[in-house]
């Protein structure tokens, strides 16, 4: 099955600092999604994004399906933005459907 | 309700034990998902149920586990003879299918299980 791979695992920043996180798919890949995790649990749709550019205030996600990777830029980050970001997508760029496959995610640290 | 509702939100149990997890979806979503999360890992994949058609379980890791779906709506995961391994964090999510596409997924909060 398909393997996803998250760049970098951890990361510190300081509050206002700017970050890319990096998801790579062994394979072509669909429904292509990132969440947060907060420090509570609660796991938080971010995007849906199989491909192209979109944007959501300070964050935004880039996929490029056919390179197999997507990234999502967190700009101007404040500490609420701390937690475990996921990204998750189905294997086969003509999968319509079927089971998510998650990467190990990025923790990532904003400090003020 | 307005989201993901799972119950309950903890369970602690002896092993040996049987338990049963419930998930109900937000009304109108055609997808269900089961995965599990233990802690500080990523999130496992365990079941898909998609409408009328025959669930993947290709996830489910070991006959003790076995989940259904009643009406295309609420799901009960159910893990016989529990083990310590067992113990972790298991999500729920559900998705509305679109144009045959899986669609954003919603997470409910989880139910923690331990294992004594």
């Known amino acids: 099955g398909i393997q996803v791979e998250q760049s970098p695992p951890d990361l510190i920043l300081q509050e206002g600092a700017n970050s890319t996180l990096r998801c790579n798919f062994s394979d072509s890949v669909n429904n292509l999604q990132w969440f947060h995790q907060n420090p509570w649990g609660q796991l938080i749709n971010l995007f849906y994004?199989?491909?192209g550019t979109k944007q959501n205030g300070r964050l935004s996600a880039t996929t490029v399906a056919t390179e197999r990777y997507s990234l999502l830029y967190i700009s101007s980050s404040q500490t609420t933005d701390s937690g475990v970001y996921f990204c998750a997508g189905t294997g086969g760029f003509y999968n319509q459907g079927g089971k998510l496959i998650f990467g190990q995610g990025t923790e990532l640290s904003v400090k003020p | 309700g307005a989201g993901v509702s799972q119950s309950p939100s903890n369970k602690v149990t002896e092993k040996g034990k049987d338990v049963e997890l419930r998930c109900d979806p937000i009304?109108?979503?055609?997808?269900l998902y089961w995965y599990r999360q233990s802690l500080g890992q990523g999130l496992e994949f365990l079941i898909y149920?998609?409408?009328?058609?025959?669930?993947?379980k290709s996830g489910l890791p070991s006959d003790r586990f076995s989940a259904e779906r009643t009406g295309g709506s609420v799901s009960t995961l159910t893990i016989q003879r529990t083990q310590q391994e067992d113990s972790a964090v298991y999500l729920c999510?559900?998705?509305?299918?679109?144009?045959?596409?899986?669609?954003?997924?919603?997470f409910g909060e989880g139910s923690r299980l331990t294992v004594l």
């Open positions: 994004i199989p491909s």
């Open positions: 009304s109108g979503h055609t997808a």
């Open positions: 149920f998609q409408g009328n058609s025959a669930p993947d």
């Open positions: 999510a559900s998705s509305f299918k679109r144009g045959g596409y899986t669609g954003e997924l919603f």
